[in-house]
Structure formats: C-alpha cells, structure tokens
C-alpha cells in the first residue's frame, strides 16, 4: 500500500473511532443515568421511577446499537490496515417488562446488575477504542 492510501486509511480508521467513541460516551451517560434511578427504584421508588430508570435503559440500548455498528465500520478500516480489534459490546436485554410489571427489590437488583456490567463493558470499550486511536496517531506520525 503506498504512502497516501496509507494515510487515507489511517484517516478513515480515525474517524471510525471518534464515531465509536461518540455513542459509546452517550452509552455510558445513560447506563450512569439509569443506575443513578435504578438506585432509586430499588429504595422505593415506584412506577414512576422505574419507567424514567427505563427511558434511560432504552436509550442505553440504543447507543450500544450504534456503537456496535460503529465499531463493525472500525473493524473493518483496521482490517484495511492489517490489524484487528475485538470489543465485547453484547449486552443481554435488560428485563423490562419483568421489571415495570413486578416492580420489585428482586427485579430492580437483576435490571441494575446488569445496568452495571453495561456501565463496565462499555469503559472498557472506551479504553479500547483510545488505545488504538493513540496507535493509529503514531502510525500515521510515523509514515509522514
């Protein structure tokens, strides 16, 4: 591959990342958000809280699909490249309907336990998703 189609590549993998990164920060805010009322429903909270606490899960799930998708289009820029990258975004549903309709301890406890493994696969993508970015700014410095 010669130098500018290096680069251009280089280019698209970078903005492929920065678009991951844009959902998946979103992501977080909401699995943040839906803890925060999670916490709360669990305490007492109610009907009402538990249907905000699933406004926040939904968008929750939400940017996890256009992360996933984002991320798909990031693969395949490194795979362009001649890297690969293995993210782990599968997040199981998050038991809504059980939750509004039971509305218990019980049923809040498994929606926030799962709320919180979100929450930390979604960092860990995160962190991913930097660390080949940073690769990506010392590759493209590095065929200047």
Known sequence: MDKINWQKEID???VACDKTLIHLNSALKAAESAK??????????????SVIKRNHIGDLEEELNYAKREAKLLTNELEDLGSTMNID???SDFLSAADIFFDNFISDFLVQDKVDKAEKSIKKAILEI??????LFEAKKLKK
């Open 12 to 14: 698209e993998a970078l």
């Open 36 to 49: 925060n009322w999670g916490l709360f429903d669990m305490l007492g909270g109610g009907l009402f809280t």
């Open 89 to 91: 975004l599968d997040i």
């Open 130 to 135: 930097e660390d080949i970015k940073k690769s």
